[in-house]
């Protein structure tokens, strides 16, 4: 396999399930992105890890839970949602971020998605 | 903090056109990248370009140019010979430091064969 990829495409749950994404990339990159992508509305950056530590979390609720066991992998724990969090998920990944230095590592590769339906 | 500001929700251009769509950020920083994002109807984001605030040169891919004006922090960008594959979102981004990118709200792009 090539690029970022996720599973699930699909996910349908309840609100009181107990769901995970994943996401993996073959880019030997070591910086990994969750994003969120509602209707309408611009791409929310959810979680940052650079060299598998999070660096940034945007006010994500805490039903949202990210996991990076590794530089490759990326998973985001989803429990007790709300039917407002029903939106397409992308994974992305760049090279390692670098504090205060813009470089073409900023460049990030997306995964396809994981569209989310919340019942 | 950095944002980008997208003014064009939609623009609509007849086949083998031309079409700019514009983008403006803002920022106190000096070096920085700037990206221009394509999401078709499959979801897949893709890089179209990218250009370097250090460049004053304007980056160029096939059919897909820039004009960076950086004293205006204005990044627009232009398509050319428009095809209907490039009907899609268009999301422009600002990239700098740790912080990975601000992204636009986006402009969706419909092309009229």
């Known amino acids: 396999e090539t690029g970022v990829t996720q599973t699930p495409r699909h996910l349908v749950m309840g609100m009181t399930n107990k769901k995970s994404l994943k996401c993996e990339q073959h880019?030997?990159?070591?910086?990994m992105y969750w994003y969120k992508q509602s209707a309408k509305k611009p791409l929310e950056l959810m979680f940052v890890?650079?060299?598998?530590?999070?660096?940034e979390n945007n006010s994500v609720p805490s039903r949202f839970s990210p996991e990076c066991p590794n530089s490759s992998h990326l998973f985001l724990h989803l429990h007790t949602l709300q039917p407002e969090d029903s939106a397409l998920y992308l994974c992305?990944?760049?090279?390692?971020?670098?504090?205060?230095?813009?470089?073409?590592?900023?460049?990030?590769?997306f995964g396809p998605g994981t569209r989310l339906t919340v019942l | 903090a950095q944002t980008v500001t997208q003014s064009q929700p939609e623009m609509s251009v007849q086949e083998a056109e031309t079409v700019t769509l514009s983008c403006t950020y803002d920022?106190?920083?000096?070096?920085?990248?700037l990206f221009w994002y394509k999401q078709p109807p499959s979801r897949q984001m893709i890089l179209v370009i990218r250009?370097?605030?250090?460049?004053?040169q304007n980056a160029t891919e096939n059919r897909f140019s820039v004009n960076f004006q950086k004293a205006a922090k204005s990044f627009s960008l232009k398509i050319s010979d428009s095809q209907l594959g490039d009907a899609a979102m268009y999301f422009c981004?600002?990239?700098?430091?740790?912080?990975?990118?601000?992204f636009g709200k986006g402009t969706h792009l419909i092309i009229q064969p």
């Open positions: 250009q370097e605030a250090y460049k004053q």
């Open positions: 981004a600002y990239g700098g430091g740790a912080d990975g990118l601000t």
């Open positions: 890890y650079n060299f598998k530590e999070q660096t």
């Open positions: 920022t106190s920083e000096s070096d920085y990248y």
């Open positions: 992305a990944s760049s090279q390692a971020l670098v504090s205060g230095r813009a470089s073409p590592n900023n460049e990030q590769f």
């Open positions: 880019l030997g990159h070591n910086a």
